[in-house]
């Protein structure tokens, strides 16, 4: 974990109050892995009071930097959209668990849907690199709002996507799996997206994992204030979403959460 | 080591430096950032302990105010039998720093249970007894009400030969009264204070913000809310306070080393800035020695003289 003060390289607007901001912050972009996140303070003084906890949307290596694709909505962001290259900012990162790409995946499905799919990019990205066979299924309400699918088809990701509300994106995924033995999903962001693989990981014998988000203080744990219930084996818990999470095996997270 | 003597001492309870953090804001084997070493602090304060396992209370647990923060955490904790059967308080001896526990419980019973479990205990400093988390149980704060209180520290302090820390609500009409019980009763010193109850509404889903409905609020919001308290509580006891609200610089830290307070505790602020309370030590020791006091001691209670500014019909 890393603690610092780094530069904004590029903050571009991406559609109307969306945007992508790259930060110059090699340290973190050498270990931050899929999954994970960062919290970031980019203002004076004790208003906003915490920092603002955001995903990786990607993180490059060699060029030592990592981007968040966020969207405005409220006080935190819409400071952080005036933010202009050069600015500096404090980072907290990498925090929590991560997205686990196991050895013996030959075959992912990484579902998503608008701003919520964030980090499956960064994740779509380093499954590919490992040779895994990736599927990519992205829902939003209007084709605009499909914000990576450049990054996912340069990946060589298998590109499928949904911008009618009247239809589930998991049915897309439904369909390949009659054909496809999938052997790991992936999402984030929406309780139904979860609903979903869930109901399907029990029909197709895949593992299935989401990110959870909950309002966060710190980002490490120390205020035990994110917590979620989570349930094994009919027992429930809470748990802190920024250090046991934010990545859950779906079959812990069904019940009340989603 | 430091360029002036910041030490702190409540009775056998010794600190190189007089900042530690508030129960409950930085516990050191969960969760810590790493980002400074934990000997570099006065003391480590654990999460309140309480007699029973507690889950906590249901999120949402923390909500964003004006300048700071409100929890209904509701002290998740393993209860006191497994955290010794654990031997957990070992696990901290490899820290060389004082380790203060904060214990917790619904009734005086619990506190005097579980004073007689800690006694001996050779990994512990001091106990700090939290007689003030606005989150359990029926919301009955026990250094709310005067015989409750005597009565907890007083049976106590008869268990405990620990220097017995006393932390004190400020939801009281008057905490300098209660800071005069918990002295008499046999209290070493006094964290001033918890949380102040307050409420959040969600206006979209048109019901309270928090879980648990209320919650503590803290902060810099609440700074000079408990600055006066500490400064009204000076001037009734004679026994160490230790200032705890609202700290988000080592400048708050002096306001509170001047109102009369010993030591500080830092909550809130860990959670904006993990590096704070190693900030906060740094400009203490600085502070002093530009301003040419050798010692912490010379400005304690420094801006706080009796017969200086009590004839202003505050209270005081």
């Known amino acids: 974990m890393n603690y610092s003060t780094v530069s904004v390289i590029s903050n571009e607007p991406v559609v109307k109050n969306y945007g992508r901001i790259k930060l110059d912050a090699s340290e973190i972009a050498a270990t931050a892995k899929p999954g994970q996140f960062i919290m970031l ?63 013996h995946y030959k075959r992912a499905a990484v579902v998503g849907r608008g701003v919520g799919a964030a980090p499956m990019r960064y994740l779509a990205e380093e499954l590919k690199r490992q040779g895994i066979d990736t599927y990519v299924y992205i829902s939003a309400s209007s084709p605009e709002y499909l914000f990576d699918q450049a990054y996912f088809e ?55 994992y989401a990110s959870m988000e909950e309002h966060m203080a710190c980002g ?17 818990e809470y748990v802190r979403v920024c250090r046991e999470g934010p990545v859950f095996p779906i079959k812990r997270l069904v019940g009340d959460n989603v | 080591m430091y360029k002036t003597d910041i030490s702190v001492k409540i009775k056998s309870l010794e600190m190189k430096n007089p900042v ?42 923390i909500a964003e105010i004006t300048a700071g923060m409100m929890n209904s955490v509701g002290i998740p904790s393993v209860g006191i039998d497994k955290f010794l059967a654990e031997n957990q308080p070992e696990k901290y001896a490899v820290l060389d720093v004082p380790v203060i526990i904060s214990i917790s419980g619904n009734s005086p019973e619990d506190y005097v249970e579980i004073c ?58 008057h905490l300098k009264k209660m800071a005069q019980i918990a002295e008499e009763c046999g209290a070493d010193a006094l964290t001033i204070a918890n949380t102040y109850m307050g409420l959040k509404i969600d206006i979209k889903k048109r019901k309270p ?44 830290a002096i306001e509170y080393f001047m109102a009369g307070a010993s030591a500080v505790q830092v909550g809130a602020g860990n959670f904006v800035n993990p590096m704070l309370m190693k900030e906060v030590i740094d400009g203490i020791d600085n502070y002093l020695d530009q301003n040419g006091f050798h010692s912490l001691k010379d400005i304690v209670g420094i801006a706080n003289q009796k017969g200086s500014s009590a004839e202003c019909g505050c209270n005081l």
């Open chain 1, 41 to 103: 303070k980019y203002w004076k003084g004790n208003v906003p009071y915490f920092m603002r906890p955001f995903s990786i949307n990607s993180a490059d290596r060699n060029a030592g930097t990592i981007e968040v694709l966020y969207k405005v909505v409220g006080v935190g962001t819409d400071l952080l959209r005036d933010l202009e290259a050069g600015a500096e900012v404090k980072i907290l990162a990498p925090l929590g668990n991560w997205f686990e790409i196991k050895k």
């Open chain 2, 20 to 61: 530690m953090p508030a129960s409950g804001a930085y516990d050191y084997f969960e969760d810590n950032a790493n980002v400074f070493p934990m000997n570099t602090l006065g003391a480590i304060m654990l999460k309140s302990i309480h007699r029973r396992e507690r889950f906590g209370n249901p999120p949402p647990r």
């Open chain 2, 209 to 252: 913000w928090l879980g648990n409905t209320t919650g503590g609020v803290s902060g810099p919001a609440i700074k000079p809310l408990t600055l006066y308290h500490v400064f009204q509580a000076y001037r009734a006891v004679t026994i160490p306070i230790i200032g705890c609200g609202g700290i988000m610089g080592w400048e708050d």
């Open chain 1, 220 to 236: 490490i744990g120390a205020c035990k204030g994110c917590v979620i219930t989570v349930y094994d084996e009919g027992k429930s």
């Open chain 2, 116 to 173: 007689q479990m800690l006694e001996g205990n050779p990994y512990l400093a001091a106990i700090e007894m939290n007689l003030s988390c606005p989150n359990v149980g029926t919301g009955l704060q026990l250094s709310s009400d005067e015989v409750l209180l005597g009565r907890t520290v007083q049976a106590c302090r008869y268990m405990s030969s620990f220097p017995l820390i006393v932390k004190l609500s400020p939801n009281v009409t």
């Open chain 1, 154 to 208: 340069k990946a060589g990701c298998t590109f499928k996507q949904l911008t009618d509300d009247t239809k589930k994106v998991t049915s897309l995924f439904e369909e390949d799996l009659k054909s496809n033995k999938f052997d790991v999903a992936f999402t984030c962001g929406s309780n139904r997206l979860i609903r979903d693989l869930g109901r399907l990981m029990d029909i197709h014998d895949f593992e299935a």
